[in-house]
């Protein structure tokens, strides 16, 4: 049987193939090769580390390649950790399945983007409409963004990531336009939508995310600011005011200079898109934490190094092993324990749109929000 990582435990004997997301070959004080590692596998990711024979192996441990590692898990600043005493390159006819390497979201792709499409749908400014159309109707756009990562390791980093997390700042922000009037609806679904397309071509990789040679030199941010303003241009008529709001949406969608955009936000929805591409991201990050250490001894999770904190493991947090927003019962994978909620009305293209359920910085700045 398959030793996924979520089902690793202290003690434990390795002997199985994992996907090498990063390695890093490091010296200690004594002047001692050693390694440091993330396996990942279709569950999760776990930290490891070789202690011994570093040089050969760090030749094996690339990263995005399937490794068989050997060794025991053991736990390091309370967190599992692997021991590595060897491992090998996969080959041809290694029993694994590419699909248990790959970690995807625990909800159902298809009813997410149904439900996003339900919002994108519902825009009533003709131009705002036409512009979403132009990459949500493209086959070949909505195929790449319904499986693409959101981030190469810090949230809604796994298959169906991107479309997670764009589906909960959708709804954050609509839950503020609901609180606060004066803010353009309209504005503030295109921005939830469209704030993240860069990372399509930021980030690739089947069974690894690495950073595109793009996303290295311009970055997810400002190459999106460029694909829409293109799109603008082809959509005839397109008000210059609304183009500049729109881009002015995804290049301060970070919030700060030193989180990565070239601008702080400057209008009501820039200030509103910010905050709950935050929320969003550092509710999964807290989520995650309880959920990956809540049989773990002790009432506090190891300090989050991205929140700058530690989380109380309350009650409620620690039930079930999904962590994200409220998706309703049958958006979830039947193998997950969880909570289910109501199934939210989608909004049709004819109505206003109903009310939707509320509820280490990053080293690339793509990884933070």
């Known amino acids: 049987m398959r030793q996924m990582i979520k089902d690793l435990r202290e003690g434990d004997v390795v002997n199985d193939f994992y996907v090498v997301q990063q390695c890093e070959k490091r010296e200690s004080k004594f002047n001692k090769v050693f390694l440091t590692l993330t396996l990942a596998d279709a569950s999760g990711s776990v930290a490891a580390a070789v202690w011994d024979d570093a040089e050969r192996l760090a030749k094996i441990f690339e990263p995005g390649h399937v490794v068989k590692v050997t060794g025991k898990v053991g736990v390091y600043e309370g967190k599992p950790q692997i021991k590595v005493s060897d491992g090998r390159a996969a080959k041809p006819g290694d029993d694994f399945k590419e699909s248990d390497m790959r970690p995807s979201t625990p909800y159902d792709i298809e009813k997410m983007w149904m439900e996003l499409e339900g919002y994108r749908k ?13 990459f949500f109707e493209d086959p070949e756009f909505a195929k790449e963004f319904k499986v693409h990562t959101a981030a ?45 397309i ?7 990789g089947l069974l690894s995310t690495e950073y595109t040679t793009l996303g290295r030199l311009i970055g997810h941010i400002s190459y999106a600011s460029e694909l829409v303003g293109k799109a603008c241009d082809k959509i005839e008529g397109f008000p210059s005011e609304l183009r500049l ?55 506090f999770t190891s300090r989050v190094k991205a929140l ?21 019962g049958d958006y979830i994978d039947r193998s997950i324990t969880t909570v289910s909620f109501d199934k939210p009305e989608l909004p049709a293209e004819e109505k206003p749109a109903p009310e939707v359920p509320s509820e280490e910085t990053a080293a690339k700045q793509g990884d933070l929000f």
């Open 198 to 204: 860069g990372k399509i071509f930021e980030m690739g």
């Open 245 to 299: 709001q729109l881009q002015h949406l995804i290049l301060s969608h970070h919030g700060k200079l030193e989180f990565g955009s070239p601008v702080v936000p400057q209008t009501p929805e820039a200030m509103a898109l910010f905050r709950a591409d935050e929320f969003d991201a550092h509710f999964y990050m807290a989520f995650r934490a309880i959920s990956e250490e809540k049989d773990q001894s002790g009432d």
């Open 308 to 328: 700058e904190t530690a989380l109380f493991k309350t009650e409620k947090a620690r039930f079930g092993e999904a962590y994200s927003m409220a998706f309703p």
């Open 122 to 134: 519902s825009v009533q400014d003709p131009y705002v409409g036409k512009l979403l159309a132009f």
């Open 152 to 196: 190469k390791a810090m949230h809604h980093a796994y298959c169906g990531g991107l479309l997670e997390h764009t589906l909960g700042v959708t709804r954050l922000v609509l839950s503020m336009a609901e609180c606060y009037p004066k803010m353009s609806r309209d504005l503030l679904v295109a921005g939830a939508m469209l704030h993240d």
